[in-house]
């Protein structure tokens, strides 16, 4: 069973053109959030949604779109690509709430910008 | 700001050997603090954790103490295996409107031989 699945796990395109991916939890948390992570292995949080309303929104070029149309799926739709855009992407779940709560990741997508 | 310093890889040991990871942290108020572990084509996922001063937190032979006065969270495990070969990141934690955000460390390459 899996907790926390993303689709595609590759991806590869053009320069320019418009791509998603898809995240889908079936954890029954209520936030979800997408990571990026670089060639250099850094990660670095993107979005989070909790309860379909955005919380989180780092400083991301607004060529990135976010869609959650429940509590259990998360998108990232990324317009007119960059070089720059190649990089995996996570997405994650938690419940909300007092104190911390443990974040599940997905496996990854991992994009090419060709 | 809260931002997490760690220890630059790759590390490469031999099976059996001792591992030291180091890891601190610059944070407003009382972070939780964590190491997560990245098996290679996996997502990421928890190790372990310490959410306050002192605590001590443990999983799979790995171990890492929350020093509050020197804003540390080494990694340590005494024997590590060739299963132990992944990438390790620290993070810290702060939540935020309902969202648990994490700040990751740049990640650490750890390859055990044979």
């Known amino acids: 069973d899996t907790a926390v699945s993303q689709t595609p796990k590759y991806l590869v395109t053009q320069m320019g053109n418009d791509k998603s991916i898809k995240c889908e939890q079936n954890?029954?948390?209520?936030?979800m959030y997408w990571y990026k992570q670089d060639s250099k292995k850094f990660l670095k949080i993107m979005f989070s949604y909790n309860n379909k309303e955005l919380i989180i929104n780092e400083t991301v070029p607004n060529r990135f779109s976010p869609k959650s149309p429940d509590k259990a799926h998360l998108n990232l739709h990324i317009n007119s690509l960059e070089l720059g855009d190649s990089a995996v992407y996570f997405c994650a779940s938690s419940h909300s709430g007092q104190g911390y709560r443990e974040l599940f990741f997905g496996e990854g997508s991992r994009l090419t910008v060709l | 700001g809260n931002s997490v310093t760690q220890m630059e890889g790759p590390v490469t040991l031999s099976e059996e050997a001792f591992l030291t990871i180091n890891c601190t942290y610059t944070?407003?108020?009382?972070?939780?603090l964590f190491w997560y572990v990245q098996y290679p084509g996996e997502g990421l996922q928890l190790l372990l954790k310490a959410t306050k001063a002192d605590d001590k937190g443990s999983n799979k032979g790995f171990e890492a103490t929350y020093r509050k006065e020197t804003t540390s969270f080494h990694l340590e495990k005494g024997s590590v295996q060739v299963s132990d070969s992944a990438v390790y990141f620290c993070a810290l934690s702060y939540t935020q409107t309902g969202a648990n955000n994490l700040f990751f460390g740049t990640g650490t390459r750890l390859t055990v031989i044979p």
């Open positions: 954890l029954g948390h209520d936030t």
């Open positions: 944070a407003t108020g009382y972070p939780s």
